[in-house]
């Protein structure tokens, strides 16, 4: 990425470490690609650049030489490789090079700003780890509506396949009369550590332990119905309550009607994507309603009261003497209700006049007679 890194961020150079999180926390929420509506190459931009800000060796030498930083022999500004810059100090001392895959909370602070935004726990203990890796994953689905349910609200009954927790073993993943313990081999930590040896030294990195699969806690004895993983296939129904006043193409949340987390780990969300379906008597306009009246040549030349429909049903509309095809008329309170408030919309009427395309002989006669007065 060429772009300077506190313009992506969106910060001075002399940001606080503080402004430099805050920041970034900003656009992990907005651009994280496990959100609905994220962009994964947008969130490494600002990870990218968060990474180096966050870091007080990695900005200074930032400060210094810009993104030349990073690239072979700008260190040492001569040819011929790395130009003299020493592994030992820039990845945490003597002995080898250490990567840490399994926890965020080790990322410069990463661990805490995802924690926000998905609702864990910040910090970098390995149960608080395991929560978050564990947590069950978001389902999307698309709900249609009519164009009255949007309006009104509904109550609408959903048949969701996905997992369930498992009834033999009430989702700890162990058989009935088995305990959960420390798994044998991490320790109970969910990550193991693998070293390997390379012309620059030993790489050390800390992978997610196979056999819990990251949990830190296995059964004795698996559960015979789902084989330890607490959470079987199934259909569940729910009934939810869609608000008055949505719009085509909203996302509503349903707070823990995701994937369950495995062991009893926390459940993602259930996003359901709004589909309204047009109405041939309205369209929308935000909180307004429009709707189209036909009036006859009398009723537009003489006035009077007319009959209109509306989403609250038929109202009675009073024209004046002279109304002229596309003049609007508003019915106050007739639109949608406002979403999460009070009050609602208006009801807007536009007249069309209706030309008869055939006349009997009197109707001629009396218009020709109107067209000499």
Known sequence: MSKDYYETLGVGKDASEEDIKRAFRKHAHQWHPDKPGGNAEKFKEYNEAYQTLSDKDKRAKYDQFGHEAYKAGAAGGGPGGFGGFDFSQGFGGPGGIKFDFGDAGGMGGLGDIFGDIFGGAAGGGSHTRTRRESRGRHIEMDLSLTFLEAVFGAERDLEVYK?????????????????????????????????????????????????????GRAP???????????????????????????????????????????????????????RVAADPRFTRDGADIRSRFEATIAQAALGGAVSV???????????PAGTQPGQEFRLRGKGVPLLRRSGRGDHLVTVTVAIPKKLTREQRRLLEKWEDL
Do not use: W
Request: glycine share 16%.
């Open 163 to 215: 997992h369930l927790p498992c009834d033999t073993c009430n989702g700890s993943g162990a058989e009935p009369g088995s305990k959960v313990v420390d798994c044998s081999q991490c320790g109970g930590s969910g990550q193991i550590m693998t070293v390997q040896r390379t012309i620059l030294g030993n790489f050390q990195s800390a992978v997610t332990c196979p056999k819990c699969r990251g949990a």
């Open 220 to 274: 004795e004895k698996a559960c015979r119905q789902c084989g330890g993983d607490g959470i079987v296939k199934g259909v569940k129904k729910l009934s939810v309550r869609i608000p008055a006043g949505v719009s085509d193409g909203e996302v509503m949340r349903v707070t823990g009607e995701g994937e369950p987390g495995k062991r009893g780990a926390r459940s993602g969300d259930l996003y359901l994507n709004l």
């Open 309 to 319: 429909e509306t989403v609250d049903g038929e109202v009675e509309l009073k024209l």
